[in-house]
């Protein structure tokens, strides 16, 4: 299952404002030299694993 169909589970209509959203989070702690938990931390969130980073990673 994709981070998108989870969140269309989770949030219904909002999901792609959700989703908008977590991947400025995920991208702004990249690009700042962030670390593994915070974006750890921005997935779980909203109810996400890790296992979900790369569909948010530069999109």
Do not use: P
């Amino acid at each position: 299952m994709k981070a998108k169909e989870i969140l269309k589970r989770e949030f219904g209509s909002e999901w792609k404002e959700i989703h908008s959203e977590i991947t400025e989070q995920v991208n702004d702690v990249i690009s700042s030299g962030g670390c593994y938990d915070e974006v750890e931390e921005i997935l779980m969130d909203y109810g996400l694993e890790m296992d979900y980073i790369f569909d948010f990673i530069g999109v």
